[in-house]
Structure formats: C-alpha cells, structure tokens
C-alpha cells in the first residue's frame, strides 16, 4: 500500500465495509460523547458498513465497553468490541495448549479473556506458570508485579495486553500498562511481547471475526492506532478529536502515517480528494503547499482546513523520502480539529 495518502471519490463508509475504530479520542473522550460521533457513526452503519470498537485497555470486559458506547448514543454489542485481553489470549494460544497455567496481572476483563481462552488462572509464581499475561487496572500493586517478575525469571513467557506507556484520566495522565510492564522488564531483562497497538494484532482477529473483506483502521493516535494500521497494511483514517494534531500528521515518519485525515467521525460520510503535485507544488482543493530548501511552504491565501492538512502533508512526506532533512519549525499548528 502507498506510504502517502489515498483518495477516495465515495464517502469512507461506502467504500471499506468493517470500521475498526478505537475507543478514547475518537468514539468518546474519557467518559463526555465527542460531538458528531454518534450520529456518524449510525451513518456508516446506514450506509453498510459494520463496526468494531478496537482497544487497547485490558482492564474492562467487552459487555461494558458495549454498555458505555450505547450509553452515548451508539448502540454496541459486546462482540462489536475487540480488547488488548482478548488479542493477550489469542496471542497466548498462538504457543500454549488450553489447559495451561497463566499468572494473570491485571483486571476483570484479561482474567476473562484468559480463562475462556481455555487456561488455568494462577495468582502466584509458586504454582509454576508457563505464561504470564500482565495488563493494567488501577489496583495493581507491588506484590502482583512482584510475582510477575518471579515467574519470568523462572523462565515463564511474558505477554503484555499493550505497552501504552501513559493512560489519560480526568486529572492528567497517569501512568499506563507499558509503564508497569517496564518495572517487571527492568527486574528480570526480559523483553515481553505485546499483542496491543501498534501490534496489528487485535486488528487481524477482529478482521477474521467479521469476515471482512476491507476493513478500516480509525484512530486519533499516529504512534498505536495508525502504526498498527501501517503494519498490518490497513487503509488508515486519522480523526483530530483526540492526542495526535493535523501538524504530527504533516511530520509523520513512514511507519506512522494515515491513509486518509478527517476532522471527527464526519469524515466516514464524505469523500476525500488526493492531492495532486503540479509545478512544484501540492494542490488539494484551493490548498497547495510545497518544500523548499528544506522549509514547508503553504499559499496563504488558502483556508486553515483539511485540504491545506493533505496538500501539506503530501509535500513533506515527498519531500522526506527523497531525503530532504524536512525543517520542523517550518510546519505550522493548523487549528483543525479539537485540541
């Protein structure tokens, strides 16, 4: 797939058949609706396409993600939400026969998703795990990531629900799965593998679930949500409604760029035109944009707006990989979307 921006001449919704849409920043900010969500994303549902929510907290169980989105307007059922535990699982059952003994280190949702896996949950490193599968919840303390440490010590493999190093809460943020994760590894050296965004791997399972045939990746995040898609080859939608800026997209490495960039969930129901290079600029629309000399340049006499997101965008990933240094101080904070 093109390491740049795709168009499309159909509305998003009418064009992928399966939305793989990610939970905090783009479906719902912390426990507040994001305006123009849901009935967005009851659009994408009118116009064919079927959803699944995709994230990386292991600590909830499915039914009250299902709950909670329903609770703001988008009715979900528990099978149209795809957790880091249950990716956790699979992944454990990628080397482990059912039957086998997991030390679990985290919440109500990755001991479910373990235990239906087909495993025998263990709280100590004393009954001999094979595995140990850590994700966050708040209440995790000291002697459970202590015994997590004693198990993969003794040899026990060590597979992290995500590796979010920072959680957002209402207060700030706090620190994520990845950050405790970083204790055990610090203890023992060992590296653990991780079945959460970036990985593409919960993206695969809910892929195969729905049996879809083109499936789209939607998330706020360049670094989790949209590497992920970028790995796993998923056509990728980058929403300003939540971490990553229009600015981190123009400044994106290859590994971590959109296919395509919308202001909210909106975006589903429109089309996107690609920008087109004409003598020696980028034009999208009535924006256009180029790189001179290592410095971005934009028309000013162009509106603040998406068009000017993509044709900026398509000029310094151009100008990127032909090898330009691309001076960062160059690229404006266009005011799109919310920050």
């Not at 998003?12 to 967005?40: M, W």
């Not at 064919?48 to 499915?62: W, Y």
């Not at 998330?219 to 971490?243: E, I």
Request: with cysteine; glycine share 10%.
């Amino acid at each position: 797939m093109t390491a740049g921006l795709l168009g499309s001449d159909v509305p998003l919704a009418q064009k992928y058949d399966l939305a793989l849409v990610d939970l905090d920043g783009v479906a719902y900010r912390g426990h507040e609706p994001i305006a123009h969500a849901a009935p967005s994303l009851a659009g994408a549902r009118r116009a064919g396409m079927r959803l699944v929510f995709v994230t990386n907290n292991a600590s909830r169980e499915p039914g009250s993600v299902a709950e909670q989105l329903t609770g703001l307007d988008i009715p979900t059922t528990a099978d149209e939400v795809m957790t880091a535990a249950q990716a956790a699982a699979a992944l454990l059952r990628t080397r482990l026969e059912p039957g086998a003994r997991v030390l679990v280190v985290g919440g109500a949702g990755l001991i479910t998703a373990v235990h239906d896996a087909g495993f025998v949950i263990v709280e100590s490193a004393d009954d001999e795990p094979v595995a140990v599968a850590q994700g966050f919840a708040p209440e995790l303390g000291w002697a459970q990531l202590a015994e997590a440490a004693y198990a993969v010590g003794r040899g026990a493999w060590h597979v992290a629900s995500n590796l979010d190093l920072s959680l957002p809460t209402a207060r700030g943020f706090a620190p994520g799965n990845g950050s405790l994760v970083g204790a055990v590894q610090a203890a023992t050296g060992v590296r653990p593998d991780s079945a959460g965004k970036p990985s593409p791997t919960m993206y695969r399972l809910a892929v195969e679930r729905a049996g879809a045939a083109a499936p789209l990746v939607i998330g706020d995040r360049l670094d989790t949500d949209l590497a992920g898609a970028r790995a796993g080859d998923y056509p990728g939608l980058h929403v300003l409604t939540g971490v990553s800026t229009a600015r981190d997209t123009i400044l994106a490495a290859p590994g971590l760029r959109p296919h395509f960039v919308g202001e909210d969930l909106r975006s589903l129901l429109e089309t996107h035109p690609l920008p087109a290079r004409t003598d020696g600029w980028w034009t999208c629309g009535s924006a256009a944009a180029r790189v001179v000399d290592g410095r971005l340049e934009l028309d000013e006499r162009a509106p603040a707006d998406l068009d000017t997101v993509r044709a900026a965008a398509a000029a310094a990933w151009a100008a990127t990989d032909q090898g330009v240094q691309l001076d960062a101080a160059s690229v404006p904070d266009l005011p799109v979307g919310h920050h």
